[in-house]
């Protein structure tokens, strides 16, 4: 099934939406501008998730790949039409014209690959540091069917109305202390504790489906801009019931923390029985 109807092209955008990296709603004019700055025109299933959500995290990945982003078309950082290939192209031994980079972090980029073909581009993967550049997928539709849910090895835990009660409760049957829960990195909370001790390295952690429907942090130069662009709350996966909860644990520790979920009485399911595999099954 592709990606064309507003209910599955919502679901690959990640909630909450980071807003820094929102564009403004994609207009008529500003799509024929970035495409007459490219050179080349948009597939339409891109241009679809765009017109819902103009650029930023999505909620899928591609397996053993980086990938968590795709660019929008507008004026804020990361942008569609803001590359240059005049530096990297030295450093590799193919071409870079005709690639237009979607994510990446300037060693790595995920791209259209125009350089076959001007009006049907593949997806490749390209590596400046390795030079490599290897085919995803055979168009933009395809690379679609072959994300998968990011947050695969988690649980869903649900209903969950007291969580504070919860966490008491589950910190002594594991013996660990949670910590105060952090909104910083996400724009939700995230309550989390160390398992096996002070040296240890697993850890367990518990977040809210309900969620912000967008977050930007305090200290960006931006927020008094940005802060009541999304207001309310959403839902982080719509296929959930709203008051549950995920939860993950390292996977030496991930055995020992279901059991002990279920043993205290609740149920605990693993995520990926809820959720699409990917936003085009």
Same mark, same amino acid.
Request: a negative charge.
């Given at each position: ?11 690959? =955008? ?23 700055? +490219? ?11 765009? %017109?819902?959500?103009? !650029?930023?995290?999505? %909620? ?13 078309? @507008? ?6 039409? #803001?590359?240059? =290939? ?19 972090? !300037? &060693? =790595? ?11 049907? $581009? ?32 988690? *649980?869903? +835990?649900? $209903? ?8 008491? %409760? ?7 202390? *949670?910590? /105060?829960?952090?909104?910083?990195? &996400? @724009? ?16 367990? =952690? ?12 305090? #200290? ?15 839902? %982080?996966?719509?296929?959930? $019931? ?13 055995? &020992? ?7 205290? !009485? ?5 995520? &990926? !029985?809820?959720? #699409? /595999?990917?936003?085009?099954?």
């Amino acid at each position: 099934m592709n990606i064309r109807s507003n209910d599955q092209s919502k679901r690959i =955008w990640r909630v909450p939406a980071y807003l820094p990296y929102l564009q403004p709603d994609l207009t008529d004019e500003a799509l024929a501008d970035a495409e007459q700055i +490219l050179g080349y025109s948009l597939p339409k299933d891109f241009i679809s998730l765009l %017109r819902e959500q103009n !650029g930023g995290y999505i %909620r899928y990945a591609l397996s053993d790949m980086p990938h968590q982003l795709i660019k929008g078309i @507008g004026p804020n950082f990361p942008s569609l039409t #803001d590359f240059d =290939w005049s530096e990297e192209q030295e450093y590799v031994s193919f071409p870079l014209d005709g690639l237009v980079p979607f994510d990446g972090d !300037g &060693h =790595w980029h995920i791209c259209l690959d125009y350089r076959e073909s001007a009006e049907a $581009p593949s997806v490749a993967y390209v590596d400046v540091e390795r030079d490599s550049s290897s085919i995803i997928a055979p168009s933009f539709g395809a690379y679609l069917s072959l994300l998968e849910t990011a947050y695969s090895d988690q *649980f869903v +835990l649900q $209903p969950l109305g007291d969580i504070d009660g919860f966490i008491s %409760r589950l910190s002594s049957a594991l013996d660990c202390e *949670f910590l /105060d829960p952090d909104s910083l990195a &996400h @724009g939700y909370p995230v309550y989390r504790a160390r398992l096996g001790g002070p040296a240890s390295s697993e850890w367990i =952690w518990l977040s809210p489906n309900r969620a912000p429907r967008g977050f930007v942090r305090s #200290d960006d130069p931006r927020y008094e801009q940005l802060r009541n662009v999304l207001p309310g709350h959403g839902l %982080r996966f719509d296929e959930l $019931p709203e008051a549950s909860y995920l939860m993950g644990a390292t996977e030496g520790q991930r055995g &020992h923390v279901q059991r002990a979920v279920e043993t205290l !009485g609740y149920v605990l399911q693993p995520l &990926h !029985g809820y959720v #699409d /595999d990917n936003p085009k099954s």
